[in-house]
């Protein structure tokens, strides 16, 4: 696959923003470094994806943002996962599971 970047089904940048924020509230920049880290430099979510996406989130409840310093000294806006957040995590966690396996077991079928 090489250095090879794919695109994200729609939807799935919100899950995987969620996930990120699951272990520990986080700045926009770290969850973008996080992801890109963890995929092995397959995803990488531009500024123009990512904020609209935080702002969203925020909107439904599911993340929610506070202002502090950050690890360079700089004021930063960090997002943390809601209880209602980690609801919508486990629901769509468990829904891509379920497509990913349904569309892996037919790949395995020729």
Same mark, same amino acid.
């Given at each position: 696959? &090489?250095?090879?970047?794919?695109? /994200? !089904?729609? &939807?799935? /940048? ?9 272990? #520990? !509230?986080?700045?926009?920049? @770290?969850?973008? #470094? ?6 092995? $430099? ?9 904020? !609209?996406?935080?702002?969203? /989130? #925020?909107?439904? &409840?599911?993340?929610? +943002?506070?202002? @502090?310093?950050? #690890? $360079?000294?700089?004021? +930063? ?5 809601? +209880? ?9 966690? @468990? ?5 990913? &396996? +349904? ?6 079928? @020729?």
């Amino acid at each position: 696959m &090489g250095d090879k970047r794919l695109e /994200l !089904p729609q &939807g799935t /940048l919100d899950m995987l923003i969620l996930k990120s924020l699951e272990l #520990e !509230p986080m700045h926009g920049w @770290a969850i973008s #470094e996080r992801l890109q880290q963890i995929s092995g $430099n397959v995803i990488q979510v531009q500024q123009g994806s990512l904020y !609209p996406a935080l702002h969203r /989130l #925020e909107r439904r &409840g599911w993340i929610k +943002a506070n202002w @502090a310093v950050s #690890e $360079n000294n700089r004021r +930063a806006k960090y997002y943390e996962l809601t +209880a209602k957040g980690r609801k919508q995590l486990a629901s769509e966690t @468990a829904d891509w599971q379920k497509l990913t &396996g +349904a569309v892996d077991q037919i790949l395995r079928m @020729a």
